[in-house]
């Protein structure tokens, strides 16, 4: 009998990175189970399926044979419960399978905070292969959409149902769009194009209740403005949080998500926690215990990788860097920048005045140690801003040097001058 | 009020159809109205309402959008995800080029004076070259309209990425200025000469013909013009190509300059999702791309062979220094590869290494086994026939661009253009070009395979933290200009460690 295999619970970025570094490194039986689907796709572009860019086929980063060819078996299961003491987990089909070592990467899911109506047909998040599936059947129903929460997720969304024709609104509970991340000045700009992409925008307006139909259909929401707006469809996008409701009730010490050390063990033997459900006993400073991103969960997967070929290894993700795309408007972002300055931290922003393009650097009011940068409809080079902040580079060597981690298409327009310009006036700079 | 646009947008684009495939009918009129087929006005009429439609459909597509990435519902609609309406844009495409390559008559094509379709475009022909209309020239003028036309719909579509908007204006420039106007002004005004071909950017062996016996001979009797056209050929061949692939990739050529790109890219775009992806597939390609090019190959040096045996007054050179000059520099290059590049040769620079060996083997075979008019016991007359069968005609034509609504807009230069098989060897070996992958910022989404018209699977690269340097990439620059995150840019730079592969891409400190 063959010995029993390494098993990874999810097959999102964490769960697939880890098996295929693990593969790279060692020939134990590896085993990925999902509930969700029978292939590794990329969940961050479930929506260029709705909107008709990407088959799903072409969502799937590998071939189907890839796994095969490497030896990574995979599982399309739920699993209800894990038994520590015998090393197995046990199947909703009341199956047992024995585990050598035992990683979770379930990822995440979308939260709900108890809204009046939020379980009427029509109201879902949109973060699993279902749900999309679900709102691609639902969509020849749907006029008009209200999508409630001003994340990353929520103006996805909006920008999916726009482009199926479906008139959409907009609710930010806030009063700028995502100011728990960037700037007002920012939010403001971001807010100009999702009304200029005819989105109606509603911000510092939050859900009151959804109404439904006698059978059971949402048909309109009502705002803490006392509007109610009719609709066919809610999208709850207030955040996500950690999938681990079936691990409730077990010996795994949980708080938001599954607790993690730094070398991402849980407190029971043999068994690790990755991607979005882990959540670290100690972060680094300036990072958040739970990061719900795509890159956190790959370079999980990396680390976790060395540990279980026998290379004991701490997760120690480096500089902060992260992107999105808000309709036509690309985000790219390295280091650290506070919505707003504050004692440590002092702002420069530059914004293209007729363009939607900006760029706000952050950086140390004592010490003009460069701390990170904010960039919209700009691309920056990766590489160069991890050396700067290595290097802990001061500001205005950052701006100096700007022109060296453009990253745009060749004969774009450049802005560098621009920005050196704009920094020298401010700071009264005769030369950088 | 939104509804109120998006009608006014659906009737502007519907009206601009409906001109347009006016217009495209108008071009059906003369097969059976043999009048109509000598009406100047009619073929004024025929263009103008297809330009006036195309334009008129673009400009409602894209009117009032703001520029971005324009790509939805493009696996809703059955044109561009093989539904029904690729498959009969795909038929009818196809017709058209087998009428075109193999029964032209039924165009209309009679050198004793045109009828139908052919006859339709004499006045045309003979204001720009003097002479009544041949089913190519009916060909080039349609197929140059399609680029222009075409092209101003997918600059603004692109609108917003200026390397689009160059990039294209480029195609349009070489294909209405190199490729149309100047050879037919050039007919015009040397009506005397022997016809040879006068596209200087269209260089061997994309012009599979250009060192038949036929062909050099028109040159060599063709004036000042003619010796001009086999110079700056050669000069083409030997100099500016390897230059220029070593300065800026391949790109220089497949996607600024060569009319087969003008169309794939201008044309073709609404197909560039349909390539298949498939590693299998890549396999294929290795093995078709390279045999052409050896095919290619050998043709070629069998007509000099034989052109030089039969003419041995019209060179300098006899046929045997020929194949000792040929092998001589077909072993050097080896040698450089394998002294310089061994460990650059991954697979697809290695067929091309091997087809190399085998070109020189075949080279010498030529020698030792062929007679004046027979090479390699066949007559030299039918190896060029096959070859312009086998490779111009079913290839480059009728699965070239007679498939794009099914295989999507480069099956020709994927699959059998040994022009890219030659320059893609030099973009992966010795060139400065590359598609940098912007650190660990890939999300896996898969737009820029998707949208790769030459199949290749960026994002197997982009995700690993790797540069793509690929020998079939033509730099079209789609990938980048669909990437969400700004993960892709295509940039000149050193030619040393252009491929590094991290152990992890940017982000963990490993």
Redesign the interface.
């Known amino acids: 009998m063959s010995p029993p295999p390494i098993i990874i619970i999810g097959n999102g970025i964490a769960g697939t990175t880890l098996a295929r570094q693990l593969r790279k490194r060692s020939q134990q039986p590896i085993l990925i189970i999902s509930k969700e689907s029978d292939y590794f796709f990329s969940r961050t572009a479930l929506m260029y399926v709705y909107m008709g860019h990407l088959s799903w086929d072409q969502l799937e980063p590998y071939e189907q044979g890839f796994w095969k060819k490497n030896k990574i078996d995979l599982l399309r299961a739920e699993i209800t419960s894990i038994q520590q003491n015998e090393k197995t987990i046990v199947l909703s089909n009341g199956e047992r399978l024995a585990y050598d070592r035992l990683v979770l990467a379930t990822g995440s899911t979308p939260n709900r905070f108890g809204w009046k109506g939020q379980e009427l047909k029509g109201v879902q998040g949109l973060y699993t292969k279902q749900d999309l599936e679900q709102l691609e059947a639902m969509t020849p129903r749907i006029k008009r959409a209200v999508i409630v929460g001003g994340g990353l997720i929520g103006i996805e969304l909006a920008e999916m149902l726009h482009s199926r024709g479906i008139e959409v609104t907009f609710l930010v509970r806030e009063k700028n769009f995502w100011n728990t991340v960037i700037s007002a000045t920012e939010g403001s700009m971001i807010e100009q194009h999702i009304v200029e992409h005819g989105i109606n925008l509603k911000t510092s307006t939050s859900l009151v209740e959804i109404c439904g139909d006698e059978e059971g259909n949402a048909v309109a929401v009502v705002t803490d403005k006392g509007e109610k707006i009719p609709c066919e469809f809610v999208g709850l996008t207030a955040g996500v949080r950690p999938n681990i409701d079936f691990l409730k009730g077990s010996d795994l010490n949980i708080n938001r998500g599954i607790l993690v050390d730094d070398f991402l063990q849980t407190n029971l033997t043999d068994v690790y926690a990755i991607g979005d459900c882990a959540e670290l006993r100690q972060p680094k400073s300036n990072r958040r215990a739970i990061e719900a991103v795509w890159y956190v969960g790959r370079m999980m997967g990396e680390t976790l990788a060395l540990t279980l070929s026998g290379k004991k290894t701490a997760y120690q993700p480096s500089h902060w860097f992260n992107s999105a795309k808000f309709f036509d408007i690309e985000y790219q972002t390295y280091g650290v920048v506070a919505p707003e300055e504050h004692e440590n931290e002092a702002h420069f922003t530059w914004q293209d005045p007729t363009k939607l393009r900006s760029v706000r650097f952050s950086y140390n009011p004592e010490t003009e140690r460069f701390l990170g940068i904010n960039s919209f409809g700009i691309r920056l080079r990766h590489e160069r801003f991890e050396k700067w902040l290595n290097d802990k580079a001061n500001i205005n060597t950052v701006i100096k040097q700007l022109k060296e981690a453009n990253f745009d298409p060749e004969f774009y327009t450049h802005y560098e001058q621009n920005i050196q310009n704009a920094w020298q006036a401010q700071h009264n700079l005769i030369n950088l | 009020m939104?509804s109120t646009a998006?009608f006014n947008q659906s009737l502007g684009k519907n009206s601009g159809l409906v001109l347009g495939l006016l217009g495209l009918a108008l071009l059906f009129f003369p097969f059976f109205n043999e009048e109509f087929s000598h009406s100047s006005l009619g073929l004024i009429t025929s263009l103008s309402l297809i330009t006036l439609g195309t334009l008129l459909y673009s400009d409602f597509l894209y009117r009032g959008q703001?520029?971005?990435?324009k790509?939805?519902?493009?696996?809703?609609?059955g044109l561009s995800?093989r539904g029904l309406l690729g498959w009969f844009v795909a038929l009818a495409l196809t017709g058209f080029y087998i009428a075109l390559y193999f029964y032209p008559e039924r165009l209309g094509y009679n050198a004793q004076g045109n009828t139908a379709l052919v006859a339709f475009f004499d006045p045309l022909s003979k204001l720009l070259n003097g002479n009544a209309a041949t089913q190519w020239f009916v060909y080039g003028t349609l197929y140059t309209l399609a680029i222009l036309l075409f092209g101003v719909k997918f600059i603004y579509k692109y609108r917003?990425?200026?390397?689009q908007i160059?990039r294209t204006v480029s195609v349009m420039f070489f294909q209405l200025g190199f490729a149309f106007l100047i050879p037919e002004l050039l007919s015009l005004f040397n009506p005397e000469t022997p016809y040879f071909a006068k596209d200087l950017k269209n260089m061997w062996p994309l012009n599979y013909y250009f060192f038949e016996s036929w062909h050099l001979k028109n040159m060599l009797n063709g004036g000042n013009l003619g010796r001009f056209m086999l110079f700056s050929g050669i000069a083409m061949i030997f100099i500016v190509s390897p230059v220029l692939t070593y300065l800026y990739g391949k790109r220089w050529y497949c996607s600024w300059v060569c009319g087969c790109g003008a169309l794939a890219e201008t044309a073709g775009d609404p197909f560039r999702q349909l390539s298949s992806?498939?590693?299998s597939v890549w396999k294929f390609e290795r093995w078709s791309i390279h045999a052409v090019l050896v095919f290619v190959f050998l043709t070629t040096i069998a007509v000099i062979w034989s052109f030089l045996s039969s003419n041995p007054n019209l060179s300098s050179f006899s046929r045997e220094t020929f194949v000792i000059g040929v092998v001589a520099f077909l072993l050097l290059l080896m040698g450089l590869i394998y002294v310089y590049k061994r460990k650059d040769l991954d697979k697809d620079a290695l067929y091309s290494f091997i087809s190399i060996g085998l070109i020189i083997i075949g080279t010498l075979s030529i020698q030792a086994f062929s007679g004046e008019k027979h090479i390699l016991f066949i007559k030299s007359y039918t190896l060029t026939k096959w070859y312009g069968f086998g490779i111009g005609a079913a290839f480059s034509g009728v699965l070239g661009v007679g498939f794009y609504p099914l295989l999507g807009s480069r099956v020709w230069c994927r699959f059998g253009c040994p022009m890219a098989a030659i320059l893609g060897l030099q973009q992966r070996l010795l060139s400065r070009f590359r598609i940098?992958t912007?650190?660990?910022?890939c999300?896996?989404?898969?737009?820029c395979?998707?949208y790769c018209e030459m199949g290749i699977d960026v994002?197997?690269y982009a995700?690993k933290g790797q540069n793509i340097v690929r020998s079939s990439c033509v730099g079209c620059?789609i990938c980048?200009?669909?990437c969400?995150?700004?993960v892709l840019?295509?940039?000149n730079g050193s030619v040393n460690q252009r491929t590094n592969l991290p152990e992890?891409?940017?982000?963990?400190?490993?």
């Open positions: 939104a998006q703001p520029a971005g990435v790509n939805n519902g493009v696996w809703f609609d995800s917003h990425n200026r390397y160059i992806k498939k590693i940098t912007n650190g660990g910022q999300i896996s989404c898969g737009n395979s998707a994002r197997a995700q620059g980048s200009a669909v969400p995150r700004g840019k295509l940039e992890f891409p940017l982000g963990n400190s490993l």
